[in-house]
């Protein structure tokens, strides 16, 4: 019985689904080029085809615990799951200063499945403009975890449902500014820097949800209607063999309307603007094998009682907020 509760604790699977996202995105940009093979046809026009197996191991700190009922005296826990993820991808160039990118992927772990499209244009190499839709379902563990379902503020609980009878599905519209800062400074092997700034506004709605309701098709709480997030990550490249990169990322992100909510949610704080800084190392494992060592920090919001039911966070009142480590996170991934 024990290992059920442990189990049915949401928030550990959304810290993972929060800190995994990072991961596979950092790790595959990371990752060696001369895994991935791209193919040119006579008028210019590239494709590349990869897989990616990921397995991330996680390690929660005490305080990312302390409102479980089982592990809240626990000074850990730690746990490891696998995911693959496949892309194809096309880019035609016209010339050096507009280039076009495509993206269809899917990916599989064991929350659930997803798929997105993306294009995108970029000018000089350095701006990218670029719009994706994307659509998944997830997969629910009966008592053991909830990752699918509409929030029942009565019965203080999700409503689950099975996978492939409901999706999530939404638009993200994203842009990235790019800058070589190694271009403004002294020639060396300790001077490759590189500065990238993101945003992005995303609308997502859930087939199974009316509007104002809370639900989740993944790793987090969601609304039918936007969220934005915007930050930057500073690129440091180290003349290491084993330790090739070291990158630090800050985001914040949020909800664009607290009408979106329903009322029963306002002691919540919809509009709650979170921040997270994420510092990470890659780590080239061998020629085939990969690494990602990341720590998630994060401002969340705090609440009036310290103490309660995973199940009833989105009812509790907000009074502050407060600064917490997170995860601590090592993912290996191969390219096929």
């Known amino acids: 019985m024990s290992w059920r509760k442990i189990c049915k604790l949401v928030f550990v699977m959304v810290l993972f689904g929060a800190a995994f996202a990072v991961a596979a995105e950092t790790a595959d940009s990371s990752a060696v080029k001369k895994d991935s093979v791209a193919v040119a046809d006579s008028t210019g026009l590239k494709t590349s085809r990869e897989g990616v197996f990921s397995i991330a191991a996680l390690l929660l700190p005490h305080n990312s615990l302390r409102n479980s009922e089982t592990l809240h005296n626990w000074p850990f826990f730690a746990f490891a799951v696998p995911a693959y993820t496949y892309h194809f991808k096309v880019q035609q160039d016209f010339g050096k200063l507009l280039s076009f990118k495509g993206l269809a992927a899917g990916d599989v772990n064991f929350a659930g499945v997803g798929l997105k499209l993306d294009a995108a244009i970029e000018l000089m190499h350095l701006l990218e403009l670029g719009a994706e839709a994307n659509t998944g379902t997830a997969l629910n563990y009966g008592e053991t975890a909830t990752f699918m379902g509409v929030y029942d503020t009565e019965k203080r609980n999700y409503r689950q449902d099975a996978m492939f009878t409901q999706y999530a599905y939404g638009m993200r519209y994203h842009t990235a500014l790019t800058i070589p800062l190694l271009a403004f400074l002294p020639k060396s092997d300790w001077t490759k820097i590189i500065l990238k700034g993101t945003a992005e506004l995303k609308y997502s709605a859930y087939t199974g949800a009316d509007d104002k309701e809370v639900w989740k098709a993944g790793n987090e709480n969601m609304v039918n209607g936007f969220k934005y997030k915007y930050g930057g990550t500073l690129i440091y490249m180290m003349p290491f063999e084993r330790v090739p990169m070291a990158m630090l990322s800050v985001n914040a992100s949020g909800f664009k309307h607290e009408y979106d909510f329903d009322?029963?949610?306002?002691?919540?704080?919809?509009?709650?603007?979170?921040?997270?800084?994420?510092?990470?190392?890659?780590?080239?494992?061998?020629?085939?094998?990969?690494?990602?060592?990341?720590?998630?920090?994060?401002?969340?919001?705090?609440?009036?009682?310290?103490?309660?039911?995973?199940?009833?966070?989105?009812?509790?009142?907000?009074?502050?907020?407060?600064?917490?480590l997170r995860t601590v996170m090592f993912v290996m991934s191969r390219k096929f």
Not at 269 to 290: L, Q
Not at 302 to 308: D, L, P, Q
């Open 263 to 324: 009322k029963a949610y306002k002691d919540y704080n919809p509009g709650f603007i979170t921040v997270s800084i994420t510092p990470m190392a890659s780590i080239k494992v061998s020629e085939k094998w990969n690494g990602m060592l990341m720590a998630s920090v994060s401002r969340d919001r705090k609440f009036e009682n310290r103490r309660y039911p995973t199940t009833e966070e989105l009812l509790q009142k907000q009074v502050g907020s407060e600064w917490d």
